[in-house]
């Protein structure tokens, strides 16, 4: 799988991927076009609802939950995926998330944007959304903590602040790729430059920044990978807590997980094998990475069908009247069609992926990840209007089918989707730039054992050297530390663990911020909880004010939010993001591909300096004088 | 050297064989009293070392089929628990035996007459235990085989839910939960990470990044079986309906179980992610070492926590009884895993 990657330069992976960036072409416009036009549809028809009422959508008694509330579970679903590759996989060192992380990562972003919308429509009058936000009791507002709708409002909003805080900081390195592509190709008052410059934050790629950008992205990984189990987790307990046959089922949480990430992969596929194309990065988006998603489908496979049998099982060998009669019903009644069609469509679909046949033709991949997507819909809505449809009292059943305005806000719903991440595809870089690079240039930079320790450059008079491959900076770097040249600095357009152990670098004080960070955020929760409890004592469905079962997922929500918080804080400063200027001996292909050291010495050291640095085989070498 | 340490692992299966030759007597004396507890100690020892043995042997499946190549065919050193997951017909066979003093079933048939009765319960557990063993004959000879370890790790989530469902939900059949059987073969992934774990750790020759590779999946699996066991928690405690909540409420508020369920949070469910928090916990020898052997004391009182509460007349703490029965095991475990004919550490 590795080595069709590792036959691309670094020059070609950036030029590659910043390529498409440029000028897009008519069928790219067109797509534009079509999806924002969907997207106008849908808030037409959004803003129909708010004018007319919520009469026009076809939620009533009994079912008070429809479509919008099952598109809200299934978006939410569909962001998974991008956690998964970027922070399981990169956890379990799983090398070929390389090529799709970023898209899944910004898909990630855009579905939890998109989710977060459903709530509001079916909320009817959206300008009282404020109400659910959890904040201790002000204007005769009580939030209750065990409440389900509190925790899905601090289990979204810590996952889509997270999960943008983890998708910049992988973008930086990128960022400060595209600025200097940019200023060469368009100089440096440019917008689009400007706006690169904003965005990259000074990055330059020296050992500082690597270093604990390696170390912050890692423990944004740690941090992310139980957030996005407890996300759907919360969003499945907002069914499972309820006495209602059909919801009320242990095994939700981790049924909701694993189908949230097994539509959310075929979303990757559906949006990665077209964009492929269109943007011609078949160099590095190879048929191997979707086999390798495809066969991570298969595990997500074996736990929905495994859901699919324990669900009914468990309601039989229960031998409660409603339970039995709930299952009967689901399967016969009106909504059977439903539940027939997700074992072909959830199950046997994906399961062809066992066949090598059909995970290696992206027509058959394609085909059945809509198969999945579409299947896991069905499934939301199901799940989400069956329970109220059909519950204990016979005169009390109803019946529910979306109107043409719910159709529509679903259809402008999946036009937004669409049209924030082919927006993406032109703003940013699809693929993570300096990964890859990593991936090419990695191996040969693991070699040498030697350390020295190393403060930063302070003087700007200096030797800078310019080297073409990684070695050659890694072997200067070795012979500095015998020499007299103490005071010195590199560039790097990948991370090189190597040079980092060269230079001394083995500790980050991130760590320090991100627990710290985790240890508040957890009291903070615990603390807001009970505080807001204790305000009114309000003893609600029999439970004490004061209840740390419920608060423990409010604790978790909080250590998760603020360590990853206080962790970009640490980033920022220990890496002076922002508080300092770009040196004046940076030169634009650091990004790019090329290695650069620079000599911080005294005026009289300088030719001593470039004499040394020049037996180290360097492309270019530049005096720098105060 | 070689013979030296030869004598000293000859030794150590003396020692061993003592051990368990002595605890497996005291323990077989007790049964002639027929008293429920004896019973529920037997069933308590057979829904922690059998899914421990045999989860060991699932575990390099696991990390076959997900292409994992960080094992440095430290493998063997799991594999060599198969021989013990045979012994399990022999338990489930005195078991059988013991139903009348420790089964409810026989009283339950009337909630569902053929999928509750005895036979077909220890039938159906007899077959899931032989297909498993079956596929892990196969699969320790050919554990390179990915497809033959993508059936044994179906088997072994089929098998231990099954089990998971009639040996530890059944005994009390009133109470139920969907999500009960993935708990049980979670956990006993568990165990048998940490058992293979402390197997790593008697290697000769040890890399400390496998080292602390194991233990961070030690980390990640105690955190999965907290994560599975809180979401049936969250959702039995907020309906509080009344078939579902004498199972938290005897955990959770009763004496003296709540002092045991306090132990498993603190020690099983969140103690790894505590213990192993830095690097060089992570890393050191003896250290792992000791914190294993915690957790896997821990996690067999997590099954007899499991068990126990729920059937009317369970003894509510363990006492010298279970002491015995569990060295007795355990002993006859590692007797089983030294003399298995597999070598240890050979490089594939």
């Known amino acids: 799988m590795r080595g069709a990657v590792e036959q691309l330069t670094l020059k070609k992976i950036n030029n590659d991927v910043l390529e498409p960036m440029r000028e897009p072409g008519a069928l790219y416009w067109i797509f534009l076009l079509v999806t924002a036009g969907l997207a106008g549809w849908g808030a037409l028809n959004w803003t129909y609802q708010v004018r007319v009422g919520m009469g026009v959508a076809g939620v009533n008694h009994p079912v008070g939950w429809g479509s919008y509330i099952a598109n809200f579970v299934f978006w939410v679903g569909i962001a998974h995926s991008g956690t998964l590759i970027s922070a399981i996989l990169l956890l379990v060192r799983a090398r070929w998330r390389t090529s799709v992380s970023r898209s899944a990562e910004a898909m990630t972003i855009f579905a939890i944007a998109t989710a977060g919308m459903f709530p509001l429509i079916h909320l009817g009058r959206l300008w009282v959304f404020y109400y659910i936000l959890p904040y201790p009791s002000q204007r005769q507002l009580w939030p209750n903590f065990q409440s389900p709708l509190v925790w899905d409002v601090v289990a979204i909003g810590t996952y889509f602040t997270v999960s943008l805080i983890f998708f910049y900081v992988g973008l930086l390195p990128d960022l400060a790729a595209a600025r200097d592509r940019f200023e060469e190709r368009l100089g440096a008052g440019n917008i689009r430059t400007r706006f690169y410059k904003n965005l990259a934050l000074g990055w330059c790629g020296n050992s500082l920044q690597w270093h604990h950008h390696g170390r912050a992205y890692l423990y944004f990984a740690t941090l992310a990978t139980p957030l996005v189990v407890s996300v759907h987790s919360v969003v499945s307990w907002d069914f499972a807590v309820s006495l209602l046959p059909g919801w009320h089922v242990t095994l939700y949480a981790p049924y909701f997980v694993a189908g949230a990430i097994h539509s959310g992969l075929a979303m990757v596929l559906v949006l990665l094998i077209p964009m492929r194309k269109l943007l011609h990065l078949e160099n590095l988006i190879q048929p191997v990475h979707f086999e390798a998603l495809a066969l991570t489908m298969l595990v997500t496979t074996g736990i929905m069908g495994y859901s699919y049998i324990a669900e009914p099982f468990t309601d039989w060998y229960s031998n409660g009247v409603f339970d039995k009669q709930f299952s009967v019903w689901r399967a016969a009644g009106p909504l059977a069609w439903i539940y027939w069609l997700l074992i072909p469509l959830n199950v046997l679909a994906p399961l062809s992926f066992a066949f090598k046949k059909v995970r290696t033709n992206t027509f058959w991949l394609f085909a059945m990840a809509m198969m999945v997507i579409t299947g896991m819909w069905l499934e939301r809505l199901m799940i989400v209007i069956g329970a109220t449809w059909h519950d204990f009292l016979p005169h009390n059943w109803g019946a529910y089918w979306p109107t043409i305005v719910e159709v529509n806000i679903f259809l402008g719903a999946l036009g937004f989707f669409l049209f924030c991440f082919m927006a993406f595809s032109r703003l940013f870089p699809t693929i993570a730039i300096a990964d890859l690079k990593s991936e090419t240039a990695g191996e040969s930079s693991r070699n040498i054992i030697h350390s020295i320790l190393q403060s930063p450059v302070k003087s700007s008079t200096g030797v800078l050297a310019i080297f073409s491959r990684p070695e050659e900076l890694l072997a200067s770097i070795a012979r500095l530390n015998e020499s007299i040249f103490n005071n010195f600095d590199y560039f790097s357009p990948i991370r090189l663990a190597q040079a980092e152990k060269l230079t001394g670098r083995h500790f980050s004080p991130v760590r320090f911020w991100t627990l710290a960070g985790v240890l508040l955020g957890a009291a903070s929760g615990f603390a807001l909880a009970i505080w807001s409890a204790k305000v009114n004592s309000l003893i609600v469905g029999g439970k004490h004010p004061v209840s740390i079962i419920p608060y423990c997922i409010i604790a978790f929500e909080g250590a998760v939010l603020v360590g990853s918080i206080f962790n970009l804080i640490g980033l920022i400063i220990h890496t002076r993001l922002k508080f300092s200027e770009m040196p004046r001996y940076y030169d634009g292909r650091f990004s790019s591909d090329r290695f650069g050291l620079f000599v911080g010495c005294t005026r009289e050291q300088l030719k001593a300096a470039e004499k040394f640095l020049q037996s180290g085989n360097p492309e270019e070498t530049h005096v720098y004088r105060t | ?348």
């Open chain 2, 1 to 348: 050297m070689y013979t030296a340490l030869k004598k000293a692992r000859q030794n150590g299966v003396v020692l061993l064989l003592l051990l368990a030759t002595v605890c497996l007597g005291l323990y077989s004396d007790a049964f002639l009293f027929s008293d429920k507890r004896i019973w529920l100690t037997l069933l308590v020892n057979f829904i922690f070392f059998v899914p421990l043995a045999a989860g060991m042997v699932t575990w390099p499946a696991i990390i076959y089929c997900s292409r994992g190549t960080w094992t440095d065919g430290m493998e063997r050193a799991a594999l060599r628990a198969f021989w013990f997951v045979p012994v399990s017909m022999l338990l489930l066979i005195f078991l059988w035996f013991g139903k009348a003093y420790w089964a409810p079933w026989p009283q339950m048939v009337a909630m569902h007459p053929i999928w509750l009765s005895s036979e077909f319960i220890f039938a159906r557990a007899a077959v899931a235990l032989m297909v498993f063993i079956l596929l892990a004959t196969f699969f320790v000879k050919r554990y390179s085989n990915k497809l033959l370890g993508t059936f044994l790790i179906l088997s072994y989530c089929i098998a231990f839910t099954i089990i998971g469902f009639d040996f530890v939900m059944g005994p009390k059949p009133n109470w139920y939960s969907a999500l009960f059987g993935g708990y049980f073969f979670i956990s006993g992934l568990y165990a048998a990470i940490t058992a293979w774990t402390l197997a790593y750790t008697f290697a000769k020759e040890l890399k400390t990044e496998v080292l602390e590779d194991l233990t961070k999946l030690i980390i990640t699996f105690s955190l999965l079986t907290t994560y599975l066991m809180y979401s049936q928690l969250i959702v039995i405690w907020y309906e509080n309906l009344p078939g579902e909540t004498p199972f938290i409420l005897m955990r959770l508020n009763l004496e003296p179980w709540k002092y045991f369920s306090a132990w498993i949070l603190g020690v099983v469910y969140l103690g790894p992610l505590v213990l192993f928090l830095t690097r060089r916990a992570r890393t050191s020898r003896m250290f792992v070492k000791i914190v294993c052997v915690i957790l896997l004391a821990g996690l067999w009182l997590e099954r007899w926590w499991l068990v126990v509460p729920g059937v009317q007349g369970g003894y509510p703490r363990p006492g010298l009884l279970e002491l015995i029965s569990g060295v007795a095991f355990a002993s006859l475990f590692l007797l089983i895993y030294n003399l298995s004919r597999i070598d240890y550490g050979r490089a594939k």
